[in-house]
Structures are given as C-alpha cells and as structure tokens.
C-alpha cells in the first residue's frame, strides 16, 4: 500500500523560507514520478512542480521553488523561497507510475503553509 506523508510546514514571515517533506513507502518508487499540489481555501488543488522526467514548475512558483528527491527516490522534497503571501495553501505530495499516464494516483494528507504578510 502506498502512504505519502508530508511535513515541514509552518508559519513563516513573507520573503522566507521553508521545505517541505514527502515521505513515501509501499513501492519502489524509482519508476514514479513525485510531485507537489496546493490548495488555497476557497480554490481547487493547483500544480505546483513535479520531478519527472525533468523538473516542471508552475509559472507562480518557478525560481523561487525547487524540487528534488533523494537518493533512495523516497523522499522528495520542495525548497520554498521567498515566499509570499499568496502562496498560502495545504500541500499535498502525489505519486503515480511514470507507465500509467498523466494522472496522479496517489496523494498525500497535506501539509499546511502559511505566509504571513
């Protein structure tokens, strides 16, 4: 069974920093892709940055947002810069086999950022 389970959120002044953390267990996931999602209260679930093949941000977040995995593929992280205000959602981590098409399968609980002004 796969479990996705983030942390590394928090509060945290505008123009600062914070990563976050996805756990991911159950499979090998060398031959996933992993990425990253959020949702402001009161909007849908947006792309934010995915790792595969090659790392694709959504425009609102590219060069200040960075998006990496370890070693192992396991655990994929989000590097959050300069943050800003608007940037304030739950981030969620997704998994899905690079072979089964664009749709994302699997979803972490979220994790919450907030920015404050």
């Known amino acids: 069974q796969v479990q996705l389970v983030e942390s590394g959120g928090g509060l945290v002044q505008a123009g600062g920093s914070l990563r976050l953390s996805c756990a991911a267990s159950?499979?090998?996931?060398?031959?996933?892709?992993m990425g990253w999602f959020r949702q402001a209260p009161g909007k849908e679930r947006e792309f934010v940055a995915t790792?595969?093949?090659?790392?694709v941000y959504a425009d609102s977040v590219k060069g200040r947002f960075t998006i990496s995995r370890d070693s192992t593929g396991n655990t994929v992280y989000l590097q959050m810069n300069s943050l800003k205000p608007e940037d304030t959602a739950v981030y969620y981590c997704?998994?899905?086999?690079?072979?089964?098409?664009?749709?994302?399968?699997?979803w972490g609980t979220g994790t919450q950022v907030t920015v404050s002004s």
């Open positions: 997704a998994a899905s086999p690079i072979l089964w098409g664009s749709q994302w399968h699997y």
């Open positions: 159950g499979r090998t996931f060398t031959t996933f892709r």
């Open positions: 790792t595969s093949p090659t790392p």
